[in-house]
Structures are given as structure tokens and as C-alpha cells.
């Protein structure tokens, strides 16, 4: 089923709790709130087009509840992607944040507001450029941790980009791109065929890779893979 709501220009309120089917919602440019059920359903954000109001601000952004990271799907831009890694390492409060490869953003300790962080996405043109998807954490006033999906738009000026905040989602760790324009909200990170550079975090985490062992070396030992992974802050289990 599809509910079109694209042309709509207030604050959309719509209740699917109780919906099993397949929902594709497309969204407009009001302040909507979408609480989906069982289905694995799409969400289409207002990417701005046309429209020259920014849709990501710390009061019009839209809100998903119930939205299933195994399930649901995230549709924005066909020419939107995951964002780089940061080239150069480091933070400043309100203007500069680091990205990691997988879209998460990582903030200095004077962003410690929602406010603060969103305006330190919005003034990094230079680590979140132009048609790029980036994520973050926030905990709010009533102490309820939530996850946000930013969206730049085709400019730098913020008059296209997007916000959605998936309420009560926390442990994400990547946003993949699984077709054109469609985004998956991710609780692991994908490992390439190359050396890749991973650190844990201060939760209970897990890595899974080739578990071809060194020639000559007994397959009880605890060795290094052929890729050379740079594996930091996790227990090792052979």
C-alpha cells in the first residue's frame, strides 16, 4: 500500500502500528509523524526540490516511530550517498565533526545538545558535503536516546537538506546503501576485502571476518588475518 502525502504541506500525523502490509510513505514538507507496524515499509522523505525552506532545523524535522532496521528502508535522493570518512581527524564544537566511512558522526564535547550538534553538521561543508548521508545520536531532556538521519541537499546553503529522527532507535552503526537512493539503518559495520581499521566501542561488540589462518600456524591459535585488519577495543575469541 502507498500513502502519498508528497504535496502535503502540513504537519502530517499518521498511525500504522497496526498495519502488517508493505507501506510506502511518501512524505511532505510539514513536521510529520509516521508510526509504523509489521510490513517492511519505505519511508520517502521531502528532499526539498523545489521547496527553498530548510527541512532540517532542531523544530521541523520528521519523526518515525516504530522503525524496524532488519525491515524498513529510508528513500532519499537517487544522487544521495553515504559520506566519506573524514580526510583529516578531529573536532571542533559547533563547526567541525569527524565521520567515520560508515556515515556515523562523532562530535567534540562541547556539542553535547541537539542543537549543538545539528548546527556543527549543518556548518561542516567540508566533511558533510553536498548530497551526502550522515547519522548521529542524541539524548534528549527526558533522557530518551533517539537516532537522526541528516540528509544534505544538492547545495551547501541548507535550503534542500533533510532530518528524520528515528525515535528510540539506538546501537546504530551504519547506513548502507542498498539500492539507488534506498538506505538501510544498520547495527554492524560491513568489513571490506582490503585492510580495514576497526575500533570497538564501550559496548559488547563483535567482529566477523575471513577465518583463513596463517600458513604453518595451528588453527586453535589466535592470529592475524591475511587482509591485515587493524581490529582496536575488542576481546579476542579463538
Not at 11 to 39: F, M, P, R, Y
Request: proline content about 0%; overall charge negative; charged content about 20%.
Amino acid at each position: 500500500a502507498t500513502v502519498d502525502a508528497s504535496t502535503f504541506t502540513g504537519n502530517l500525523t499518521l498511525e500504522g502500528s497496526a498495519e502488517d502490509n508493505n507501506l510506502t510513505i511518501n512524505l511532505g514538507s510539514g513536521k510529520d509523524t509516521v508510526t509504523l507496524g509489521d510490513g517492511n515499509d519505505i519511508i520517502k522523505l521531502d528532499t526539498g526540490g523545489t521547496n527553498t525552506a530548510n527541512l532540517a532545523t532542531t523544530t521541523h524535522f520528521d519523526t518515525i516511530k516504530g522503525f524496524d532496521k532488519d525491515e524498513d528502508i529510508i528513500r532519499l535522493r537517487s544522487a544521495d550517498n553515504v559520506v566519506s570518512a573524514s580526510v583529516i581527524s578531529g573536532t571542533t564544537a559547533t563547526s567541525n565533526v569527524e565521520v567515520s566511512a560508515t556515515g556515523m558522526v562523532t562530535f567534540a564535547a562541547a556539542d553535547n545538545t541537539f542543537a549543538k550538534k545539528l548546527a556543527a553538521i549543518v556548518a561542516d561543508t567540508n566533511d558533510v558535503k553536498a548530497n551526502t548521508v550522515v547519522f548521529f545520536e542524541d539524548t534528549d531532556t527526558s533522557g530518551a536516546t533517539h537516532t537522526y538521519l541528516y540528509a544534505r541537499g544538492t547545495d551547501l546553503d541548507g535550503t534542500h537538506d533533510s532530518l528524520i529522527k528515528l525515535e528510540g532507535l539506538t546501537g546504530v552503526r551504519s547506513i548502507v546503501e542498498t539500492v539507488v537512493g534506498d538506505f538501510k539503518i544498520k547495527d554492524s559495520v560491513d568489513v571490506t576485502s582490503g585492510a580495514d581499521n576497526i575500533t570497538g566501542t564501550a559496548g559488547i561488540d563483535k567482529y566477523f571476518a575471513d577465518n583463513t589462518r596463517t600458513a604453518g600456524v595451528g588453527s586453535s591459535a589466535c592470529v592475524g588475518f591475511p587482509r591485515k585488519d587493524n581490529v582496536v577495543g575488542f576481546y579476542a575469541v579463538c
